[in-house]
Each structure stands twice: as structure tokens, then as C-alpha cells.
């Protein structure tokens, strides 16, 4: 679901294939019907969407048939636990938390906690309510907790009460039971316009598939995490396979697709404002704030986020070297802090506005791959300078001199201030270092020639970059000049001035107070006396061997293939292992053993390295007092988060709702049918002229945008385009951009296969040779039918295949979890023919706006 | 070559006193034909990478002779991808040699109208000169509420999701060093 | 020897090859290709074949419409809606109806029996030692004898060039024991080289395990010796009708009749031949 997985990752896809014909089903959910549906055994449509109702029915299915795994389910999860009293649910609230504020359009999450457990944040917020005066600070922190519960860990500080027989009204699964209550069949026929037997057809073949004999996976990918719910999507997804026992176990879990080479690395030694390596938060502005509470207020006492001080004190220590002691808290005071949102969107419309002077691009292409397209590139044009560094001459470096808007004379080239440094880059054979791919996997590229020209690579950009900074500033007094003057920058560079990826991946990895290379994370420590750039690939060089460089051949090795890279963290392959065995030790089933207890040798061992405490044994019970791994139970495998279990209800770390829930995308052509909130409430909105959203349904003006679009990448391109626009083999694939539509919408708007049709919102309008298939399919939303309408957004006007950007099309509504928007989602209209041009587009476009009731 | 060898090459030749009677085979065959060899025999390199599009991981080996990368094809060790790789990685040799690729730094003035070239050194130190220029006159210690900021609002980033994991390590390093916070890549959008 | 039709165990012994490899070829299974494309890209890489025009045809996701002198492998995409025979679940009163999708991958057949060599006059079209069917480019003049003998339409002239060109199953990496470049790229095995006896095996084993899980419609396509081209060198498993995919229900090598009516134009030019060869031998032994 969520996924279009034969024809995204298409090599990654010949696991699916091999299991279907070892006997697997394979169902694919999805709103087109795509190469992966060609060949699934069952292709579902739904409404664009619709997936938590869709995910919701199958809770409910699994919870009425008492289909869950009782054992699994009483032990590792959550369901046991009783909530407060004060916690209302959104059957009481119509749709609604409790703790909503609507002035803000923010929870105060108290009221979702554990009865008698309290959240550490506490401390955090205290702190945060004493000296912010702003809603949005609160807001923020609750964001920048979601992101830590999000890489496994949101903290509780005390053994909450539960109730093991379940059946107390208050615990968790009764709880789930009742906010399941409505997502039966019938609901999922209304909501998501699937029929009630096609729905259990996949409700039978998902039961009848897991239990300690089998497992099931899902599959997901920006389907289900480009929406202003996207976070709840996944969650959904937890919820169900930890009702059903399919996480920790082989063939089970979750199974994000990412869709970069090095996304997932990006990720973890993140380019995001609101993390430093291994997900560890960016800290918050406070008057006072050390790093002891800085850990305080984010860390929890138990599992491994209870040793956030080692991690960030050896960070600390990697960055700023023998500059960082105890005496100055190890240069925690060097870092900046962030004081809300700001994240991509926030930044660019600050970049419209005249806030933001300065903006490097480095393998991105905004101009045309970010939603609402035209917005990033105001924000370019209201630069000083520009830094884009890529193989080919993208649209992102060049929309001062042919963009859109100069076609169209809202811009002119001799207006535009944007200084621009365009810096060729090099290819991934022209340089050393790891992608970590979407299995966590780093695997080491070495250098196969030398890039050509002035072509360098991106480490020898950034590298050179601080080095002039750091000779600039040497001499400097000004103590906002300190941390680059603090900052360890001496990595060895090769005769062509390149400096030494495997330098940087050995600080990475981090060493001991002698320089050894450390085996793994439970070797920091919070003293100083260990220094690591990024603890969960703590490991990656243990013992001076690169482990992503590892190429065992993998006829050679089992199906895990462990010594073929390193998969962060510590090499594991399926996290929460531990949970592949019962509370005992021993594997649920001989068919789906991974790891066991060996009472003899008094550890755990198996097909996989341990995700656990490898000497702790089953019957563990921790003292009061122990801390972080000593603190994990032994029937607790979900190591870490704070109480040791899977979440079905989240009690701490989520901005918008503890249990998933459906609410209508921003832009929907239907009323939610569940409850009067029609969408998420807390979604972040930026509701300006470059930004405006479709009325909602029902409202004035919402019928001139009556269909639904959804954005999809085809198999021969590659994202914006900036890898597969300028390669000939691919562009004869797919030489154009089209538009998918149903026979029946093409009868209803005229459109003619082969011919031209442009797609109309308010933010934009594109055009794209009309393509009719019986693949698309109108769904039927009670008495009426909703078209959907597949947009694909690789092209723009560079390259050898150029077209319209679906980007154009799309309006800014985020996630208020992770601030990432919708794409998969949207209202349009859709006309037959080319779209207007030049300034006639412009006048066009207010005309559509006005007619909508939308202010300009 | 002797003559006898020249003639017993002929086609006609081996067509009669070979055993291919119709001359559709054997006899047939050019020097072409008979020398047939892979381009990657001639390499002078063989690397082991790993293909730069997607996230599944596919591992590649890249050929490479006289400094020029001459073929890409999916590593057959990798227990990821068994050799295999989809239409893209499969183009991984024209989009590394691909005549598109802008090999030299092109400047654009404020203002200007068209591109000019600049040398590499040189847009490195201009650029210098733009991040300490732009981080003094946007520089925050404090916000209104006297809380401790030591930050700059004025550079932002986008990029880091086709990087090598060692790149984004170097840019979160430098930019939080810099006091620069808008740091942020595809994984966002 | 020299047999143009019929069944023929070893057409690289028949054409001359004393010590010869295994008869190899392609098996390719469409029902599991996911339409990649991988196999055309893979091909065009290896043997450096232009790009052709970039147009959409509207034929479903196929864009290159068919098999030609730069286009070695082609993908055919087949929407189909089928009626399923049974009441519909929209409660409109219709039948229920169910979208297929074919994708399939289409090659140089390969022929026991190859036309397209037997026509070539200049000896530029060949069987090689792998038992596939070979245009030697350094040969080859661009009289376009082949294309119209090929029951498929697969091989054509390069324009520009206009020599002939189709697959070479990669001959150059056949020599070092490399598979050609589009099974190599293969994500889901849907395209198979091998020995054809291995090849023929494993279909016949796909098939019945298609035909036990209820896909009656798979069947298999230049997989029998009997048929008219003795057998291709490349055959598939289909999930419909041939002609759904393009490919011709009952192909038939053209030269199957030129033996009778070439016997005695070929008797008198072997004569003319045997003139001149002894001319040329006579004058090296002076």
C-alpha cells in the first residue's frame, strides 16, 4: 500500500516476485492500477486518501474476530496498559482529542498518557512553559519529540498500571476497540469506495497469514507519507501488525521504500533542521539550558535512548575535539537552536518574503520537485545568492533565465538580484563513501576514475568550504566565531585535493580515548573519553575493517547476508528480533525462527545479530533503580522505547492523535463520513496568495475543482528528473508528460486519448498528452462518483524530455509531526486542450481563483 | 599470412572443404565475427559501487580504461540485487559519461542576463566571502525573550539525499558550526 | 545437413561447427515481467545502439512500438478488460470485470529455420556456434534481402547506415561466458538464458505450475520443434493469445519451399565457383 514497488524499485521487487511464486499473495492497494498491481494477485482501488479507513476496517476486523496474537499482543504491546481517565477519543469529541486547543490548532497531549505513568517531558514542558510566552514553541517541542519517538523511543518514566486480562474498559485495547467501532465494511465501501468483499477478501488472507506459523508484510513508500496524516498512515500500519504479531519476526514488518540512494543516510546523519546524527534533537532556545537538562527533558531512563548523554557528549566530542570538556559542557553552548518550524516550506516562504538571503541546492532540483513549485521559485528569485551544485544544468540553476514565470512576464530576467554559482558535481564513480539504502544497509562506493573538469565532489565542496572559513576566521575574537574556530576539520586529502572519505567515516564510527576504533554504541560513554559522529553507526569500522565495504559474495553466505555491508544499528537486519521468540526465549514457531535464548551459554543467539541485550535473559526482571540497558525487562523486545513494547495507543511523542484515525485530505472533494472534523486538525496550513487551498466540500466554490488527483513516478525516470531527463535510453521510454484518466472522465471532460489536456487548481495549471485507460478507476463515494486523475512530476523544462511540473499543481499542507506535505491527494479540474499561455495563463488562473471564492 | 592461409580463409573456400555445405555457418564466419570480444575485457579497471538512483541498494560494477568509465552493469555478488538492476541503474554508464554534464562552474551576476565562467577556486572563495558576509549581518544571540539563540536565519540548504553519508556529515558539521539551522534534504519533501 | 524447415536438433552442427558449445537462447516468462524496461536499456547501453525518437504513441506505456535496427528488445504492454463471467459487485447489473496488464518482452526469435540467414546473399547473416542467429556487420551491405523473409518483422536497416541489424544475443559476451546484457539486467527472471534444453525444461515446468494455480491461459510460444520455424532459439510464456502480443499465431520460415526451386540455380553457380577457386590454386602452385 502506499507503494508502487514493481515499478519505483523495481529490482527490490524480484523478493516479491520470488515469494509469489514460492506460493505468496501479493495484494496491492493503491489508487492506480500500476505494473506492481499488473502483476499482484488482487489489485484494490481506493479513493486517494483513504488509507487509515481502509487500515482502520482490517483493526476493526482483526479486533471483532478476535484474530489477534494474544500471546504476542499481551506481552510486547501496549494493549494491556490503562489510559487516564480524562482521555477522550475522537468517538466522544466527533472527531476531535482531548487537549485540543483550537485557537493554536495544537493538543495538549497530557490526557493521552498511561494512567500512573508519567512522560519525562514534563520536565521539558515546565521548563518550556516557564520562559515561552508562544504557542508555537510548545508546539515545536512536541514536534521534535515526535521525531524521537519516530526513530524508536519517546520517553516514560514509570511503570504505568495495565491490566493483563485486557478487559478493563480502560486498557488499551479496549480503548482501540471502541475508536475501531465504525471502520466496519460498510464504512470502508463508503469512505474508501472499496466493496465490502473485496475488503474481506484481504481482511481473511491478512489473518489467515500471520500467527506464529506466518507472517505478512507491508510495503510503503511516499503513498502513505506525502499526506497531512502521513505519520498516522504508518502508525495504522503498527498498529495492525502489532495486533498481529508481524513485527520482529521474518517476513513481517513495516517495509519503508525509500526512494534515494542515500535517503535513509540523509536521514540518520541527517540534513534536517531538527535532528543531529542518530536522531538525537536539535536543541530548543531556553534562557538557561545545559546539556544535562537538555538529556533530561529527551531521554528516557530506560532502553537505549537512556544513554542519549553518552551519544551527544561523544558527538560533542567528535565536532569539537579536545575543545569540548566538562568545564564548558562539552561545547554544548556551540550549537544553534531552533525556535519552531524551519523546515523546507517554512524557509522558502521566508525566502519569498526577503528573509533569507542566502541558499545552497545541493542535488535537488526544488524548481520543479518540490510541491508547489511556482513558490520555490519566487523564493529563488528573492535571493542574494544561489549555490547549486549538479551534474546537469537543472531548472533549479537556470529559472532566472527560462522558468515558467518568465514565459508567463511575472518575472524578468534583468529584475532577478540571485547571484548564481552553478558547481558541476561529481558522479558516485568519480568519488569514495556510503549510501545507507533502505534497509539501513551502508555499503561503501569506491572511486572508479576521476571526475572531469571542474567537476568535484560534494565532500570536497564542504570540506573546502570550512577549511577557508576556519583560515578566515582563525585570527577572529568574536565569540560567535569560536565553534568554527573550535571545530575539528583535518581529514587527509589525496594529490587531487580530495579529502579522505574513509577519514570521515572512521570519525563516524568514533574511537576511544587512545584513537581505537569503537566496536559499537554501548562502548560510549558520557566522561568525554569517546568520540563518535553518529552513534547508531557506531560499529561501522569496529575493529579497523570498513563493514560497508564488506563483499562477501551473497551465493556464499544464508539469506541474511551479514557480511555484505553493515546495516546500522550493529549489523542487525530485522530490528526488535527479540520479538521473533516467545516471552521465554524460544521461537514462536521453527518456521519463523530468527533468534533465540541458548539457556546453556546464557545469551542470545541466532539467524541475525540480537536486537537486545545480548546476556539479559528471558526472565530478567530489572531492579527499580537500573538505568537504560540495564533497565530492559527480558520479555521486552522493543528496546527502544521507554516501556519495552510495540504501541498501539502512543501516549507521548505525536502532535496530532495517539491512536490513527481517518480525516479527509486538506483537499477532498468529500465530507469526512466518520465524523465532522473533516481534516486533520492539527495539520500546519499557510493559508497566502502564493498558497491558497481548494473550499472545502459542500462549501461555495468548491465544485470548480471536483476531481481528485494523485503524483506517481514511472520506472524510467528518476524524481524530478535530474538523473533521467538527460539520458537518451530513458527519454525514448518515456518521452512525455501525460496524464492518466479513466474512459469515463475522459467521456465527462472530452478529452481525447493521444490529445492535449491541461489539469487546473489554484495554484497552477499544467498540460500533458491525455492518456485513457481502463486502469484508471472512477470509485463510488456514496451516490456519487469520484474521478481520480494520476499526474506523473518528473518532467520540467530542461532536458531532452521536457513538460509541465506536477509540483505547479500542488498547495503547501503539512504534517505537523514531520512537515512533510501532501502530494498523493488534491482536488484539480481538467479541461481538453493545451493551458493557456503567457500572461494569458496568469489572468486564467485568477479567474479560476475568483470563481472558487479564493482571495488573491 | 601465407597464401594458402589467405585463400583458406576465404569463405568459399571453407564453404567447400569444410563442413559447411550452404556456407551458413562456419564458413561464414568474419574476421569480425572471430574476434569478438567484450569491451570489458579490455578494461583496466573493475570497481565495486553501488547504484546512485534508487534506495534498494543494487550493487555495480563500473569498467573503466584509460581513465574513462566504459561500462556499468549490476554486480552479481550482491545479495541485494543479484546482478540485476532496473532501466535506470541500467543507465548508469550514459549518465556518468552523458555529453549534458556541465563540467565547468558558470557564474550568473546579479541581474545578468546570461551565464559567464568563472574559475573554480575563485567561486569557492566568492562564495566564502557570501557565507561570512550573509552570517554577520543575519547573526542572532538572543530572540526578544533573551533566549540563547547563537544562530544565523540568513543560509539555508536543500540537499543530501543522493549524497554519500560522509557529505551530509561534513554539511551538518559545518552549517551547525556556521550557527546556519535550515539545513534540509529530500527526506523532508 | 543443410535441412530449411522441420524439426533440427543441432543447427550449429549442421552449420559447420565441429567443436561447438551448447545450443543457447532465451526463455522469457511474461508472466512475471513488471515492464521495466531494464532489457532495452541494458541492450542499448551494451551495444551502444542510438536513441530513436522520443514520441508517445499512446499504446499503453510502450514507446517504441517495436522491434527495429536500434532497438534489440521491445516491451509490449497489453491493457485488456476481461469479463469475468459473473455478477458485478457495483450492483449495476453487469458482469464483473477485472483489468489485465501484459507486459512482455519481445527478441530476435532465433530460428531453427532462420529466413533472414538463408536469404542473405553475402554471407553476412550467419549461424554461430552458440546456434543463434548472427548479422556480421563487417559483412553485411545493406541489400535488405532479410527483412521481408522474417516471419516476425525483427530485423531491419539501421537509417543512416543501412546495414541490417537485430540481436546478436550479445555474441561478443557469449565468447567469455557472460549472459547477453538484457537477461544479465533482468530484475524479476523473466528473461532466462540458457542451454535450450535447459530453458525447454523449465518452462515446461512453469507452465504446469501456472496451469495448477488456475492460470489456464498461460501457454508457451516458439517452444515446440515442430512448428514453422523448427523451433525459435527464443521462445516465451504467454498469458494470452499470441496476436494480443503482436506476435504472429502460426509463423512459418519463408524459405521453407527454396530448397526444390534453388537446387538448380545453386548446382550451376558451385560450378562457376569450382572454376575459379581451381584457377586460384593452380596459379600458387606454379
Known amino acids: 500500500m502506499g507503494s508502487n514497488m514493481a515499478e519505483a524499485h523495481p529490482v527490490g521487487f524480484q523478493w516479491v516476485m520470488e515469494a509469489k511464486r514460492k506460493g505468496a499473495t501479493v495484494i496491492h492497494v493503491d489508487p492506480r492500477f500500476t505494473r506492481t498491481s499488473a502483476v499482484a494477485d488482487l489489485h484494490v482501488p481506493i479513493r486517494a486518501g483513504t488509507d487509515i479507513a481502509f487500515l482502520g476496517g482490517l483493526i476493526h476486523h482483526v479486533l471483532e474476530n478476535e484474530a489477534w496474537f494474544t500471546e504476542y499482543v499481551r506481552a510486547y504491546t501496549n494493549a494491556p496498559m490503562l489510559l487516564r481517565e480524562d482521555f477522550a477519543d475522537t468517538e466522544d469529541l466527533d472527531g476531535l482529542f482531548s487537549g485540543f486547543d483550537p485557537g493554536s490548532g495544537t493538543y495538549d497531549t497530557t490526557s493521552w498518557q498511561y494512567e500512573g505513568g508519567t512522560a519525562p517531558p514534563a520536565s521539558g514542558q515546565r521548563d518550556l512553559e516557564q520562559d515561552d510566552a508562544e504557542g508555537s514553541a510548545e508546539e515545536a517541542h512536541e514536534h521534535e519529540r515526535g521525531q524521537v519517538a519516530g526513530s524508536g523511543g519517546s520517553p516514560v518514566e514509570t511503570w504505568p498500571e495495565r491490566d493483563d486480562t485486557m478487559r478493563d474498559p480502560r486498557c488499551v485495547l479496549q480503548v482501540l476497540r471502541r475508536h475501531y467501532a465504525r471502520y466496519t465494511p460498510a464504512m470502508v465501501h463508503e469512505i474508501c469506495g472499496i466493496p465490502e468483499e473485496t475488503f474481506r477478501r484481504v481482511a481473511d488472507a491478512l489473518v489467515r497469514n500471520s500467527g506464529p506459523d506466518r507472517t505478512s508484510a507491508f510495503c510503503y513508500a511516499v503513498g502513505w507519507t506525502h499526506h497531512t496524516v502521513g505519520v498516522q498512515y504508518i502508525r495504522a500500519a503498527s498498529v495492525l501488525q502489532s495486533l498481529l504479531g508481524n513485527i520482529g519476526r521474518p517476513g513481517g514488518g513495516i517495509l519503508a521504500l525509500r526512494g534515494h540512494a542515500s535517503i535513509q543516510g540523509s536521514t540518520d546523519i541527517p540534513t534536517l533542521f531538527d535532528l543531529l546524527p542518530g536522531y538525537i534533537p536539535m536543541p530548543h532556545a531556553h534562557r538557561d539550558e545545559d546539556l544535562a537538562s537538555f538529556i533530561e527533558s529527551n531521554s528516557g531512563r530506560k532502553g537505549f535512548w537512556g544513554d542519549m548523554d553518552a551519544y551527544t557528549v561523544s558527538l560533542l566530542r567528535a565536532w569539537f575535539g579536545d575543545n569540548a570538556t566538562a568545564d564548558n559542557d562539552w561545547c554544548f553552548d556551540h550549537l544553534p537552536r531552533l525556535t519552531g518550524d524551519h523546515s523546507s516550506f517554512r524557509t522558502v516562504m521566508d525566502q519569498v518574503d526577503g528573509k533569507v538571503p542566502g541558499y545552497f541546492v545541493i542535488g535537488e532540483n526544488p524548481a520543479v520537485g518540490t510541491a508547489n513549485a511556482r513558490q520555490q521559485r519566487a523564493g529563488l528569485a528573492n535571493l542574494e545568492w544561489l549555490v547549486v551544485r549538479d551534474l546537469n544544468m537543472i531548472e533549479t540553476a537556470t529559472f532566472w533565465k527560462d522558468g515558467p514565470e518568465i514565459e508567463t512576464g511575472e518575472m524578468r530576467t534583468e529584475d532577478i538580484g540571485t547571484e548564481v554559482f552553478f558547481l558541476p558535481a561529481a558522479a558516485h564513480t568519480e568519488k569514495d563513501g556510503t549510501f545507507t539504502n533502505t534497509q539501513r544497509l551502508l555499503q561503501w562506493h569506491h572511486k572508479a576514475v576521476e571526475p572531469p573538469g571542474d567537476c568535484r565532489s560534494d565532500l570536497w565542496f564542504y570540506y573546502e568550504l570550512g577549511r577557508r572559513i576556519k583560515q578566515r576566521l582563525a585570527g577572529s575574537t568574536d565569540p560567535r566565531d569560536r565553534p568554527l574556530q573550535d571545530l575539528t576539520w583535518d581529514y587527509p586529502v589525496d594529490a587531487h585535493g580530495e579529502p579522505s572519505a574513509d577519514a570521515v567515516l572512521r570519525e563516524i564510527n568514533g574511537s576511544g580515548a587512545d584513537g581505537e576504533l569503537l566496536p559499537g554504541y554501548t562502548a560510549l560513554r558520557n566522561d568525554g573519553s569517546t568520540r563518535c559522529g553518529c552513534w547508531i553507526y557506531c560499529g561501522v569500522y569496529a575493529d579497523g575493517v570498513n563493514g560497508s565495504a564488506r563483499r562477501r559474495p551473497g551465493g556464499e553466505q544464508d539469506l541474511v547476508a551479514a557480511e555484505w555491508g553493515w546495516a546500522w544499528p550493529m549489523n542487525r537486519r530485522v530490528l526488535y528480533n527479540r520479538a521473533s521468540a516467545d516471552p521465554s526465549g524460544k521461537p514462536w514457531s521453527e518456521r519463523k525462527a530468527l533468534i533465540h535464548w541458548d539457556a546453556d551459554a546464557g545469551r542470545w543467539t541466532g539467524g541475525d545479530v540480537p536486537d537486545f541485550p545480548v546476556d539479559t535473559a528471558p526472565d530478567y526482571e530489572p531492579p527499580e533503580d537500573a538505568r537504560a540497558a540495564e533497565a530492559i525487562g527480558g520479555a521486552e523486545p522493543f528496546v527502544m522505547q521507554a516501556d519495552g513494547r510495540a504501541w498501539l495507543h502512543a501516549p507521548a511523542g505525536l502532535a496530532d492523535a495517539p491512536i490513527p484515525t481517518h480525516y479527509e485530505p486538506a483537499e477532498s472533494p468529500v465530507r469526512n463520513a466518520l465524523y465532522g472534523q473533516q481534516a486533520n486538525p492539527a495539520r500546519q496550513r499557510f493559508d497566502r496568495p502564493d498558497n491558497r487551498l481548494h473550499p472545502e466540500p459542500g462549501t461555495p466554490g468548491a465544485e470548480v475543482f471536483p476531481f481528485v488527483f494523485t503524483t506517481f513516478r514511472v520506472t524510467e525516470h528518476h524524481t524530478a528528473g535530474g538523473m533521467s531527463r538527460w539520458t537518451p535510453y530513458l527519454t525514448e521510454l518515456q518521452p512525455e508528460m501525460f496524464l492518466e484518466v479513466s474512459p469515463a472522465l475522459a467521456a465527462e471532460r472530452g478529452l481525447e486519448h493521444g490529445g492535449w489536456a491541461h489539469v487546473v487548481t489554484a495554484r497552477s495549471a499544467i498540460e500533458g498528452r491525455v492518456l485513457v485507460t481502463d486502469r484508471a478507476t472512477p470509485l463510488r463515494h456514496g451516490d456519487r462518483v469520484v474521478h481520480q486523475i494520476g499526474v506523473p512530476w518528473h518532467w520540467g523544462p530542461n532536458g531532452l524530455s521536457t513538460g509541465d511540473a506536477a509540483n505547479d499543481l500542488l498547495g503547501v499542507a503539512l504534517d505537523p509531526n514531520v512537515h512533510i506535505m501532501e502530494t498523493k491527494a488534491a482536488t484539480c479540474d481538467i479541461r481538453p486542450g493545451r493551458r493557456p499561455r503567457g500572461p494569458a495563463l496568469v489572468a486564467f488562473l485568477a479567474d479560476r481563483r475568483r470563481a472558487a471564492g479564493l482571495e488573491d | ?189 | ?286
Not at chain 2, 556518468?96 to 541581474?111: A, E, F, K, Q
Open chain 3, 1 to 286: 545437413m543443410g535441412r530449411l524447415s522441420g524439426p533440427l536438433a543441432d543447427p550449429s552442427g549442421d552449420a559447420g561447427y565441429a567443436d561447438r558449445p551448447e545450443r543457447v537462447g532465451f526463455f522469457t516468462d511474461t508472466s512475471v515481467c513488471i515492464g521495466c524496461k531494464a532489457c532495452e536499456v541494458a541492450c542499448k547501453e551494451w551495444n551502444a545502439l542510438p536513441a530513436e525518437d522520443d514520441v508517445l504513441t499512446g499504446m499503453s506505456y510502450d514507446n517504441t512500438g517495436q522491434l527495429g535496427a536500434s532497438t534489440y528488445r521491445h516491451v509490449a504492454f497489453v491493457e485488456r478488460t476481461v469479463d469475468l463471467g459473473m455478477p458485478g459487485l457495483a450492483g449495476d447489473g453487469g458482469d464483473a470485470t477485472e483489468v489485465r496488464w501484459l507486459m512482455s518482452s519481445d527478441v530476435c526469435k532465433h530460428c531453427t529455420h532462420a529466413a533472414c540467414l538463408d536469404v542473405c546473399p553475402t554471407g553476412s547473416l550467419i549461424r554461430t556456434e552458440h546456434g543463434t542467429v548472427l548479422v556480421q556487420e563487417d559483412i553485411c551491405n545493406g541489400c535488405g534481402y532479410c527483412i521481408p523473409a522474417c516471419p516476425y518483422g525483427v530485423i531491419d536497416q539501421r537509417p543512416g547506415d543501412g546495414r541490417a541489424f537485430k540481436c546478436t544475443m550479445c555474441q561478443d559476451r557469449l565468447g567469455v561466458g557472460l549472459q547477453p546484457a538484457c537477461a544479465t539486467a533482468c530484475p524479476t527472471e523473466s528473461i532466462r538464458f540458457g542451454p535450450l534444453d535447459e530453458l525447454r525444461a523449465e518452462a515446461d515446468e512453469r507452465l504446469a505450475a501456472l496451469h495448477d494455480r488456475g492460470v489456464d491461459d498461460a501457454r508457451l510460444y516458439g517452444h515446440d520443434a515442430g512448428d514453422g520455424v523448427g523451433g525459435a532459439g527464443a521462445f516465451f510464456l504467454l498469458l494470452d493469445e499470441p496476436e494480443v502480443y503482436g506476435l504472429p499465431p502460426d509463423p512459418v520460415v519463408t524459405t521453407r519451399d527454396l530448397p526444390s526451386m534453388w537446387r538448380h540455380a545453386a548446382a550451376a553457380a558451385l560450378a562457376v565457383a569450382g572454376a575459379v577457386a581451381a584457377a586460384f590454386v593452380g596459379r600458387t602452385s606454379r
Open chain 2, 1 to 189: 599470412m601465407g597464401l594458402r592461409d589467405v585463400l583458406a580463409g576465404w569463405p568459399l573456400v571453407r564453404q567447400l572443404t569444410g563442413t559447411d555445405g550452404l556456407g551458413r555457418g562456419a564458413a561464414a564466419r568474419s574476421g569480425r565475427t572471430d574476434a569478438a570480444r567484450p569491451r570489458t575485457a579490455d578494461a583496466d579497471t573493475v570497481t565495486a559501487s553501488v547504484c546512485p538512483f534508487c534506495a534498494v541498494g543494487c550493487g555495480q560494477k563500473v569498467w573503466s580504461r584509460d581513465g574513462k568509465v566504459t561500462h556499468v552493469e549490476g554486480d552479481p555478488d550482491s545479495p541485494i540485487s543479484r546482478g540485476r538492476l532496473c532501466p535506470k541503474g541500467s543507465s548508469t554508464l550514459s549518465l556518468v559519461t552523458s555529453p549534458s554534464r556541465v563540467t565547468t562552474v558558470r557564474h550568473r551576476r546579479p541581474y545578468g542576463t546570461e551565464w559567464e565562467d568563472l574559475d573554480l577556486d575563485t567561486a569557492v572563495d566568492m562564495i566564502v566571502d557570501r557565507v561570512l558576509d550573509t552570517r554577520r549581518r543575519t547573526w542572532q544571540d538572543t530572540d526578544d525573550q533573551g533566549r540563547y539563540l547563537r544562530r544565523t536565519m540568513g543560509i539555508a540548504s536543500l540537499g543530501g539525499a543522493t549524497l554519500d553519508n560522509e557529505e551530509n556529515y561534513l554539511m551538518k558539521k559545518l552549517y551547525t558550526a556556521m550557527g546556519a539551522i535550515q539545513i534540509e534534504n529530500q527526506a523532508r519533501i
